[in-house]
């Protein structure tokens, strides 16, 4: 059975800094990724990584937050700086088609 278990949500301050970690377990992984979704929003694609290291972001991601992955550790990382009141969000942990419970991040401005 598949589990993806996120932790590391939280409020920062608009222009900070958050990490985000998610916990594979029960499957391997070829793609992991993190998604968000904002009330009213569709869940959107943050970034996803393949196992082999290739990134995909979406367009408001590029230059401000990092997808990382521990293939050994069936972990998935994203690390979000500048953030902006809108990136406020429940993230979403998803790989081969599941998804975990959401980490909810709050940006205060």
């Known amino acids: 059975q598949v589990q993806l278990v996120e932790s590391g949500g939280g409020l920062v301050q608009a222009g900070g800094s958050l990490s985000l970690s998610c916990a594979g377990s029960g499957s391997i992984f070829s793609v992991m990724g993190w998604y968000r979704q904002s009330p009213g929003k569709r869940r959107e694609l943050v970034a996803d990584?393949?196992?082999?290291?290739?990134?995909n972001y979406a367009d408001f991601a590029k230059g401000r937050i990092t997808i990382s992955r521990d293939n050994a550790k069936n972990m998935v990382y994203v690390q979000m700086n500048s953030l902006k009141p809108e990136d406020a969000a429940v993230y979403y942990c998803?790989?081969?088609?599941?998804w975990g419970q959401g980490t909810q991040v709050a940006v205060s401005s």
């Open positions: 990584v393949t196992s082999g290291g290739s990134t």
């Open positions: 998803s790989a081969n088609h599941d």
